[in-house]
């Protein structure tokens, strides 16, 4: 058997997150509480352009934090989801703010009014 066909709870459970939430942060602390300078970045973008998220705190799970990484094969967190779509983690974030692509994306996207 191989390790694909093997059940991965963490896997089932972020799938099922980002498939029932529109916005997800997958971060280090929580949204009111960052506990990382990265995850508090992308919040505060998110915040600045008034974007409604779930926060979910990778450091209260070991099998989370790994296994978010191996969903989305990107060795950092934060990781945003959009429409259960990986987007990206900080860097990736930030440039696309600091490039005006973001917002327009997330109304593309419906998850944020024009």
Not at 41 to 52: F, M, R, S, Y
Not at 58 to 69: F, S, Y
Not at 91 to 103: G, H, N, P, T
């Amino acid at each position: 058997m191989t390790d694909a066909a093997v059940a991965n709870p963490a896997h089932d459970w972020i799938a099922t997150t980002v498939a029932t939430h529109p916005v997800v942060l997958f971060m280090k602390g929580e949204p009111e509480q960052p506990r990382c300078g990265f995850s508090a970045q992308v919040v505060q973008i998110l915040d600045h352009l008034g974007v409604d998220f779930v926060g979910v705190d990778v450091l209260q799970n070991e099998a989370l934090r790994d296994g978010i990484k191996a969903y989305s094969d990107w060795p950092t967190i934060p990781q945003l989801y959009v429409k259960g779509e990986f987007v990206g983690g900080c860097d990736i974030v930030r440039e696309m703010f600091q490039a005006s692509e973001l917002k327009p994306f997330l109304e593309e996207q419906g998850v944020l009014q024009a």
